[in-house]
């Protein structure tokens, strides 16, 4: 399984982004070529190289007529549908937009619908964006990880003014996501690389169990006395079974409704948990109560405590940080006589592989044709042992109804409205 770790000493721009994944090997020529189908005219990513300190690095310039609109989300989303991206590269660009437009929305105290996108809304910023998810899937990379990231400090200019470093719109991005200090008077991390961070990125610490492959660097557009302004990003494979770090919250539990417990438990699903479980407990003065256990992402601790606070009545929720090994898993799509069916590949220490169908799939399939969730199961595991079976007679490596590699067009993103310089080529002031 393909995965990548973004090393942001300098922090992340998308510019920087896109010009690190290209200087990884992703196709600039299939790059622009889905960015042309965006239906913006006259654009061209010029990629060149260049030093930052003693290093070289490839920066990212988006060359395009100059215009003055503002485009809100749905005149993006619109743009995007008409486009030839694929369906991963559509999905990624479309997360990262709605993401950045809830950051808008929040701190503007507007609807998303009602945002304007000023900068990010420009050319370039839709080009950093979409061409990032573009990259990520040209290089076929299914997980993504990052390092601790700078914000800078100081204060920067924005469409709104002039504001303090982290901008707005960054920090809401950033909550619950690590960042470090760093006394660089610039805004290192721009509205488009927290978006990155927030959006598509696994887990957050020092660099995975990995074979590392390729590796690309991508320019600031800004020089510092103090560092090299790059970004790099290291690709390659992981290692059979990897880390993480997960966040355990505990709460007991003995004076609302078993009814009151199962929505609770619902909500803190959908609000994002790893896992949810209860533990039947003796409380004070012979009670019988509920311990209540949720499992869930670092950047989504806060969140949850709070979706925690609301649902079940609480008064207090215990915390811990935990760090978990688990093997490593690939979601691949199999054909089966009763329609297309996910299974799950966890890679075992020993080389051995378990294939596990997906639940909701055998349910559809069970249901839409009067079977047994078992005989679903069967049926599913079977198509899956079959698959890879022809593959591995085959020679081939990859499933092509891998959910991870659909159309792994060269998909690559530069950032080039966030550049850690913040000398935009356009004079935007950028508030994203």
């Not at 809401?172 to 200090?181: Q, S």
């Not at 054909?335 to 997906?358: C, F, W």
């Not at 591995?392 to 060269?410: G, I, K």
Request: glycine residues 8%; negative net charge; hydrophobic residues 40%.
């Amino acid at each position: 399984m393909a995965i990548a770790y973004l090393d942001t000493l300098s922090g992340i721009s998308g510019d920087m982004t896109l010009a690190a994944l290209v200087d990884a090997g992703a196709d600039r020529h299939y790059l622009q070529r889905q960015i042309d189908s965006l239906g913006m005219p006259a654009v061209v990513l010029d990629f060149s190289e260049t030093h930052r300190g003693d290093f070289r690095a490839l920066r990212l310039d988006v060359r395009f007529p100059e215009e003055h609109a503002h485009r809100r989300l749905k005149d993006i989303e619109a743009m995007i549908g008409r486009s030839k991206l694929t369906e991963r590269e559509r999905d990624m660009a479309l997360r990262m937009f709605r993401r950045l437009g809830a950051a808008e929305a929040k701190v503007h105290g507007m609807s998303i619908d009602q945002v304007h996108f000023h900068e990010v809304g420009a050319v370039d910023s839709i080009v950093d964006i979409c061409g990032i998810a573009i990259a990520i899937s040209n290089l076929e990379i299914e997980r993504l990880f990052a390092s601790a990231t700078p914000t800078g400090c100081g204060t920067v200019r924005i469409a709104h003014g002039l504001v303090s470093v982290p901008a707005p719109a960054t920090a809401e991005l950033l909550k619950g996501i690590p960042i470090r200090n760093s006394q660089i008077e610039a805004e290192l991390t721009t509205p488009t690389g927290a978006t990155v961070l927030a959006t598509l990125v696994d887990g957050f610490g020092p660099l995975p169990d990995m074979q590392i492959e390729r590796i690309g660097y991508g320019a600031g557009h800004k020089e510092f006395k103090e560092q090299a302004n790059l970004l790099r990003i290291l690709v390659g494979t992981a290692s059979l079974s990897e880390g993480d770090e997960v966040v355990v919250l505990e709460t007991n539990i003995d004076d609302i409704t078993g009814e009151q417990l199962g929505f609770a438990i619902e909500q803190i699903w959908k609000a994002g948990a790893l896992e949810v479980f209860t533990t039947a407990i003796g409380m004070k003065k012979n009670r019988p109560g509920v311990l209540l256990s949720v499992l869930c992402r670092p950047e989504l601790r806060s969140s949850m405590e709070d979706c925690m606070f609301q649902h079940t009545g609480s008064l207090g929720i215990r915390r811990q940080h935990s760090p978990r090994r688990k093997l490593v898993r690939d979601i691949y799509r199999v054909s089966t006589p009763l329609g297309d069916a996910r299974v799950k590949l966890a890679h075992q220490p020993n080389g051995d592989i378990r294939i596990a169908p997906e639940y909701e799939d055998c349910r559809a399939l069970a249901l839409a044709h009067g079977i047994s969730l078992e005989s679903a199961f069967q049926i599913a595991r079977d198509a899956a042992e079959r698959h890879f079976e022809r593959l591995n007679n085959t020679s081939h490596s990859h499933d092509h109804s891998h959910d991870h590699s659909h159309d792994h067009s060269h998909d690559h993103s530069h950032d080039h409205s966030h550049d850690h310089s913040h000398d935009h080529d356009h004079s935007h002031d950028h508030d994203h």
